[in-house]
């Protein structure tokens, strides 16, 4: 086992770049082998399955997708892919299975010797197994598992000390020549590849194209460069919002990626701003107001987490300090709750400096984060990229298995004769019809689950459910597989299906804000020595927030929303009265399925400030453990009566 850089200059072998020719040129040699990439319902995967689906694209390499839900699907597809094991040569895992020791008995050492495993996955802890444990060798003599690294292994120093003297009975630390000895090998192994120039650097041959065939280099066009710019931008701006990485981390990415769109994307113009032939990407300033252009700005304020923290918005006081602080803005109740994209201009330009002048009095103090803007040209107007994310998100969480009403298109501050409602329905957002569903992939194995080789989104019967698997299906699919493709196409070039999805974003958020109102407003939450536990056995919403997205969605709501208030109160019952205390308890949260007479859980522990990453760490002690089955226990006593 490995783990590789994105620039590694002690080990300059080992790189993304290295690791990425070597997949192709394992393809290459055998014609009959596969790439099989397997791809979590998560956004900031699906964003590096869309960069990594194009560049294997543009190098003629055939890849396949397959959406993976959680460790027991895992091991479901994994066990698949056992039965076309002869035929593979790589497998990608993207953000999954850092966790887990990949090159265990338990998961992939079944697998032959020409099968290469890659773990590309941004979570944290990584399993030290799959960093410095001995998983073998392939054929071509290059490790079995390799970790796609961002400099954290190097870190680990006195990790990997514990480690080797525990599995292996070595200090590790005198091992540096043995690491030499192998970096030379592999050097000489690919010196034909390089040539020396004067300075006695080496560099690629000039008559080597990019993929390692014969011929000119290939430049990527300025167009897919920018494409996948977006991708990666997209796949930073979640991790920032959900609090994986910390506001420096962010900044330092959001500096790189700002030189680049400013090299690869000419100005925006007065003419060609928003709409017209731009279709580029600009940097900008982002409120935290969620889905602000799509919406209202009364509307986006009053469901945005961070205003309900420093305003209470679940109770009346709090709507009462919103509109006093949008009259001191000089806005009328009638402009607050005119679509955002009509509202003047000249006020929807002057918003961020009126709210960092008059919202510090009410405590908004870190209101805005730089961010970026997309036009899509004609299509749709320039659309920010956390409100890409939160249409994409509502697709994985929502395009299908639930019903849920949307507003019309122009509906709010649109005028009388543009408004109401309608069910949201996939088929008519997307625009497509059974002629496109998808087929099972000429019968490979798991397939008929999981894999899809092309881009219809159907839904041509009704929705059943399965007992034996607990999920709906639709048209012989989880309903899970179909959102991860609606999913995936707004994020790539299905710009109709992303516009209608910001209206199902608004729904969700909608639906989100009034359950964690009435929480908050009805005191919901139980005090436990060392977490928050939140039951909910009733309500319009029950099968939205059965989907465990939407469920995490709604306690990182709730932590933002009481990052400033719970934690006092919660010492205060507990009898400690240390002034100050910042401590960040976890949230454990159930929502009952009576359909599967069962309960969604999710645990979340929250980031203690705006700009620090939530550790995912939750210590629960028996007798806490004992209480909070006993309240699950009870509720289930109560439905029965």
């Known amino acids: 086992m490995v783990y590789i850089l994105p620039k590694n200059t002690t080990r300059p072998d080992y790189t993304y770049a290295k690791e990425y020719h070597r997949i192709l040129k394992a393809r290459r040699t055998t014609p009959e082998s596969s790439i099989v990439m397997l791809v979590p319902p998560d956004l900031d995967a699906l964003c590096a399955a869309h960069i990594l689906t194009t560049l294997f694209g ?97 870190k680990l120093t006195k990790e990997r000390l514990a480690f080797d003297a525990e599995e292996f009975g070595f200090d590790s630390s005198s091992d540096e020549d043995l690491d030499e000895e192998e970096e030379e090998d592999v050097t000489e192994d690919e010196a034909e590849d390089y040539e020396g120039d004067e300075d006695g650097s080496k560099k690629r041959r000039r008559s080597a194209s990019d993929d390692g065939r014969p011929g000119r280099r290939r430049r990527r066009p300025l167009k897919l460069i920018n494409c996948l710019l977006r991708l990666a931008i997209l796949g930073l701006t979640h991790q920032y919002l959900s609090a994986a990485i910390t506001r420096d981390q962010y900044e330092a990415y959001h500096t790189m990626f700002n030189n680049e769109v400013g090299r690869l994307n000419p100005p925006v113009t007065t003419a060609s701003k928003g709409f017209g032939d731009d279709a580029g990407v600009q940097p900008s300033t982002e409120l935290r107001f969620p889905l602000l252009r799509k919406w209202n700005l009364y509307e986006a304020m009053f469901h945005s987490g961070y205003v309900a923290n420093k305003l209470a918005v679940w109770h009346e006081s709090g709507i009462s300090k919103l509109n006093r602080l949008l009259t001191k803005m000089g806005l009328s109740q009638k402009q607050a709750q005119q679509s955002f994209m009509y509202m003047n201009s000249e006020l929807r330009e002057s918003l961020p400096d009126q709210l960092d002048n008059i919202g510090a009095e009410s405590g908004l103090i870190e209101l805005s984060y730089p961010s970026f803007t997309k036009s899509y040209g004609n299509e749709m107007q320039r659309t920010s990229a956390a409100d890409v994310l939160a249409g994409a998100g509502a697709l994985l969480e929502a395009a299908r298995g639930v019903r849920l009403t949307i507003e019309v298109e122009g509906g709010k501050g649109g005028g009388e004769l543009f408004g109401g409602e309608r069910i949201w329905d996939l088929r008519k957002e997307s625009g497509r019809g059974k002629e496109n569903v998808p087929l099972r992939n000429n019968g490979h194995a798991g397939s008929d689950q999981m894999s899809r080789p092309g881009n219809g989104q159907p839904e041509s019967g009704d929705m059943e459910e399965i007992e034996a698997v607990g999920e709906q299906m639709i048209d012989g699919q989880p309903v899970s597989v179909h959102n991860f493709w609606a999913a995936f196409d707004a994020l790539g070039n299905n710009t109709s299906l992303l516009r209608q999805s910001l209206a199902l974003a608004i729904s969700l958020q909608k639906a989100i804000v009034r359950q964690g109102c009435e929480i908050l407003g009805k005191r919901r939450i139980q005090f436990f020595p060392e977490f928050r536990f939140i039951k909910i056995n009733e309500g319009p919403d029950l099968a939205t927030f059965a989907h465990p997205m939407t469920l995490t969605r709604l306690v990182l709501w709730l932590i933002e929303a009481t990052r400033d208030r719970i934690p006092l109160v919660h010492a205060q019952r507990l009898g400690t009265t240390k002034k100050g205390s910042r401590k960040s308890y976890p949230y454990v949260i159930a929502c009952h399925n009576p359909s599967k007479r069962a309960y969604t859980v999710v645990g979340v522990t929250g980031a203690p400030e705006i700009g620090e990453v939530r550790r995912n760490v939750v210590e629960v002690n028996q007798d806490d453990l004992a209480e909070f089955i006993d309240a699950l226990t009870d509720a289930d006593s109560e439905d029965e009566d």
Do not use: M, Y
């Not at 892919?81 to 338990?106: C, H, P, S, V």
């Open 58 to 154: 543009r190098d003629d390499a055939n890849l396949r997708t397959i959406p993976v839900s959680g460790f027991k699907n895992l091991q479901d597809v994994k066990d698949s892919l056992l039965d076309e094991k002869d035929q593979l040569r790589t497998i990608i895992l993207l953000n999954i299975g850092a966790l887990l020791d990949i090159g265990g008995d338990e998961w992939f050492q079944d697998f032959p010797s020409r099968v290469t495993i890659h773990i590309i996955d941004s979570s944290r802890p990584v399993d030290l197994h799959n960093l410095f444990g001995r998983a073998g060798s392939t054929e071509e003599g290059g490790p079995r598992v390799v970790v796609w690294d961002d400099g954290h292994a190097d």
